[in-house]
């Protein structure tokens, strides 16, 4: 993976990052994050409770954790008003029934779509959800997506509604050839990440940042309405790799080394994503280093990656009205 990398990840690895914004920029404003329980996610909520907000709401997969997160930043806020709300990216209708347990709320400002897994890099049998989604691309792709669209009611009753998507860089160096071929083919781009015999678990995270990239590339054009920013927060110290194999092997301890001398504190990465928020410049479908950002994907820029950039965000289209029937209406 390392070897991979271009140097501008080591340029931005290296470099300091601005300190987190200030001053009330959440009043008033009702946000929800997911994944709030741990790494970038519980260091984001910290930083957004110090900006007032009228409510921070957590939809977590443990409930109880969540509980423990809120009533330990209301010890050093006591007056941040907050909601812990049942949701798993791995359950499709975990997510229909968390968009309409939101409604008790008139609106939402604010939606951090955070929460996401990395299998890790070693070779892996493919798994797939209890919806029938291969689980990587369900969780950072599809569900994403859903619970943003889904939402849509309720941000679009704010007056500044804005959605953010944690990305990667990674999204950089990801094989493009499973897109390729299937454009070459006329086949499905989401059926192909959907197919076991196709699965390749060492870049299946990378791949799973790519498609994000495109679908977030087509959303921000079709609700100019809302500001929406894919945010790299950079390598970062969390439990994003739990399922990483910590085998004290030669390679295994090369690998660790090598991310405790590049990665940030999962911290200084929540900077990426409370400067995101606080941007008042509009949607950004790249953002790095606290700022605008250009995305170094080649492929993407290429003829091939401008139509299936488009051929993918139509096949999701496609998907999710099969899951939640008029989910897309708010589309343009």
Request: charged letters at 20%.
């Amino acid at each position: 993976m390392a070897g991979g990398l271009p140097w501008s990840f080591y340029r931005g690895q290296w470099s300091a990052l601005p300190p987190a914004p200030e001053g009330d920029y959440l009043k008033g404003k009702i946000v929800v994050i997911t994944g709030a329980t741990s790494g970038l996610g519980l260091e984001a909520s910290k930083q957004f409770a110090e900006a007032s907000p009228e409510q921070l709401i957590f939809a977590v997969r443990s409930v109880e954790a969540g509980e423990k997160l809120l009533e330990q930043i209301q010890k050093t806020h006591p007056g941040l008003k907050g909601n812990v709300m049942y949701l798993d990216l791995m359950d499709l209708q975990s997510i229909k029934d968390f968009s309409e347990a939101i409604k008790v709320f008139d609106r939402v400002d604010i939606l951090i779509n955070n929460a996401g897994i990395n299998p890790s890099f070693d070779k892996r049998p493919y798994q797939s959800t209890k919806d029938g989604y291969e689980r990587v691309f369900q969780t950072n792709v599809l569900s994403p997506f859903l619970t943003t669209l889904l939402l849509l009611p309720l941000l679009k009753k704010s007056i500044d509604p804005k959605v953010i998507f944690t990305g990667s860089e990674v999204h950089h160096i990801a094989p493009s050839h499973l897109i390729e071929s299937s454009i070459d083919n006329g086949q499905s781009i989401l059926r192909a990440y959907n197919d076991e015999e196709k699965y390749f678990n060492p870049t299946r995270y990378f791949e799973s940042k790519l498609l994000l990239q495109m679908l977030t590339r087509n959303l921000i054009k079709a609700l100019p309405d809302i500001t929406i920013i894919n945010v790299n927060p950079g390598l970062a110290m969390t439990n994003l790799g739990r399922e990483f194999n910590r085998k004290l092997s030669l390679s295994g301890m090369v690998g660790i080394l090598w991310l405790v001398v590049n990665a940030r504190t999962a911290s200084k990465g929540a900077r990426n994503l409370t400067s995101a928020t606080a941007w008042q410049g509009g949607s950004q479908d790249y953002w790095s280093g606290c700022v605008p950002a250009a995305s170094e994907n080649v492929f993407l820029y290429s003829g091939k990656g401008y139509t299936a950039t488009q051929v993918f965000y139509d096949e999701m289209l496609k998907e999710v009205e099969k899951i939640s029937p008029g989910c897309t209406a708010d589309l343009q």
